[in-house]
């Protein structure tokens, strides 16, 4: 069984910054690509940032500039550092990643549970 499990959401004000992180546990042979994804209020699940197993990261033009996501893959951990936060950044972000338990193995997706990052202004 897998696990992703979001910690470091919380209550800022606007211009405050967060870091959250990701921590992928179980039946891991192998992580593909790594990313934050969030949902606000009454809209879908947006993505926010990818990161590949060869470090290719792809950014929301929304946080372009602001945000950085990273990973460390002995430890199964994506990071997402939230800077110059905004009222409209409000949302839970989820971690996501693509796996495979074994090398015969199909990739799947997983989720988080998320974590909820509220900015006020």
């Known amino acids: 069984q897998v696990r992703m499990v979001e910690s470091g959401g919380g209550s800022v004000q606007a211009g405050d910054s967060l870091r959250l992180s990701c921590v992928a546990s179980?039946?891991?042979?192998?992580?593909?690509?790594m990313g934050w994804y969030r949902q606000a209020p009454g809209k879908q699940r947006e993505l926010v940032a990818t990161v590949s197993s060869g470090l290719y990261i792809n950014y929301a033009d929304s946080v372009k500039g602001r945000f950085t996501i990273s990973r460390d893959v002995a430890k199964n951990t994506v990071y997402l550092q939230m800077n110059s936060l905004k009222p409209e950044d409000t949302a839970v972000y989820y971690c996501?990643?693509?796996?495979?338990?074994?090398?015969?193995?199909?990739?799947?997706?997983?989720w988080g549970k998320g974590t909820l990052v509220t900015v006020s202004s």
């Open positions: 996501n990643m693509e796996s495979r338990s074994a090398y015969y193995e199909r990739d799947t997706v997983y």
């Open positions: 179980g039946s891991i042979f192998e992580i593909g690509v």
